[in-house]
Structures are given as C-alpha cells and as structure tokens.
T-cell receptor, first 114, second 114 residues
Framework: DADVTQTPRNRITKTGKRIMLECSQT?????MYWYRQDPGLGLRLIYY???????NKGEISDGYSVSRQAQAKFSLSLESAIPNQTALYFC?????????????FGSGTRLTVV | AQKVTQAQTEISVVEKEDVTLDCVYE???????LFWYKQPPSGELVFLIR??????QNEISGRYSWNFQKSTSSFNFTITASQVVDSAVYFC???????????FGAGTTVTVRA
C-alpha cells in the first residue's frame, strides 16, 4: 500500500456539485498539505495542517474547505465546484523527523468540473 | 515571502545531449531547503534531491547533477547524456525547513527525442 493514498484517482463532476477528495497516510506524519497543479503554474498550496487541531489557509484557499479527521486523514472539499477548479490535486505529508526525504506525496487526483 | 522561478517553460533535446534546468529562488530566511522533483507523464511526483542552505557542495547522482550557488540564489539541475525516459516536467521547490510548506516553481517540461 502507498504511504499516502488519495481517493478518487480521477473524478468528473458537474458545476455546482459538492465534492470531497480524500487523503490518508500511513507515514505517521503530523503535517499534511493539499496542493493544486495547473499547467504552467506549478503546484500551489490550498490548505495545510500541522496537527489535528491546526488548519491553515494556503495561497489559493477560496472555494475550498478542509477537514482533518485524524492524524492520518485530511480531506479537501469543493462546496460548489466550478470549471476553473479543474486541476490535478496532490496531498502531501511531512515530518522533520524524516531525515531522508521530509515530504511524501500522494499519486494525485485528477478532477474535471464540467 | 518565498518565490521560485523556473524561467524555462519547455526544453527539447535529442537523446544524449546534456540539458540544464535553471532555478532561481527568493527568500528572507537564512535557513532553507531546496528541492527538485520529477513528474513523468504518469503524473506522480518523484523526489530527486534536497539541499539545505548551509551545504553548497555540488552533488552528482548518476547522470544527474546539481549546482547550488547562494551568491546568485540559484539551484540548477543538469541531466547528462539525456535519455527518452528523462522526458518529464521538473519542479524546483523551496521551504524554510525540512517539513514546512513548499513553494514550487512553475516547472520545466523536458522532452528528449530519440
């Protein structure tokens, strides 16, 4: 099993629908992140959480919300999806005690809003 | 604020040519970490290297090498004798620590033609 699992891998949804992207990890890391990738823009941070009781907005949080249900789970919600939220979404974890890599990324969720 | 600039949007080379990817960063932190990631066509992010701001030694790993110069705030990446499998999007990223949020550049798409 992957260290960081994102579900679903692909999703097509209609404008106005509510959708949740889920992320779970087995790394035991405290810090979790949601990034969005758009062509030519790189990855941009949506939200991040340093522990279960800590949620912080990133640079592009408008239109999104998150929930940290447990240390291992961090969900991203689009309350009312719009076409310009079509993108590749990545969940990531990090831990300063992980001296080798620091960060672990999920495989990504490709979301299309029609 | 932190910023990473990858000025090259796309690079196309013929197999066995060398290719250098530029990365310029901005930060006010005296301690920071620089990363390179590879994103092959399959979409996942593959970690390549992490370098902290106190270690300016250049690094070589097989056909990959990295040139870190604090004086010019650059962390360039060279692929020697490129191969078709090197075709991917490459991202440079910056963080104030080993486990803090990452700031990504826009990415450089490398295409290696047989």
């Amino acid at each position: 099993d992957a260290d960081v699992t994102q579900t679903p891998r692909n999703r097509i949804t209609k404008t106005g629908k509510r959708i949740m992207l889920e992320c779970s990890q087995t790394k035991g890391h405290d810090r979790m992140y949601w990034y969005r990738q758009d062509p030519g823009l790189g990855l941009r941070l949506i939200y991040y959480s340093f522990d279960v009781k800590d949620i912080n907005k990133g640079e592009i949080s408008d239109g999104y919300s998150v929930s940290r249900q447990a240390q291992a789970k961090f969900s991203l919600s689009l309350e009312s999806a719009i076409p310009n939220q079509t993108a590749l979404y990545f969940c990531a974890t990090s831990d300063n005690r992980d001296r080798h890599y620091g960060y672990t990324f999920g495989s990504g969720t490709r979301l299309t809003v029609v | 604020a932190q910023k990473v600039t990858q000025a090259q949007t796309e690079i196309s080379v013929v197999e066995k040519e060398d290719v250098t990817l530029d990365c310029v960063y901005e930060t006010r932190d005296t301690t920071y970490y620089l990363f390179w990631y590879k994103q092959p066509p399959s979409g996942e992010l593959v970690f390549l290297i992490r370098r902290n701001s106190f270690d300016e030694q250049n690094e070589i790993s097989g056909r990959y090498s990295w040139n870190f110069q604090k004086s010019t705030s650059s962390f360039n990446f060279t692929i020697t004798a490129s191969q078709v499998v090197d075709s991917a999007v490459y991202f440079c990223a910056l963080s104030r620590s080993n486990d803090y949020k990452l700031s990504f550049g826009a990415g450089t798409t490398v295409t290696v033609r047989a």
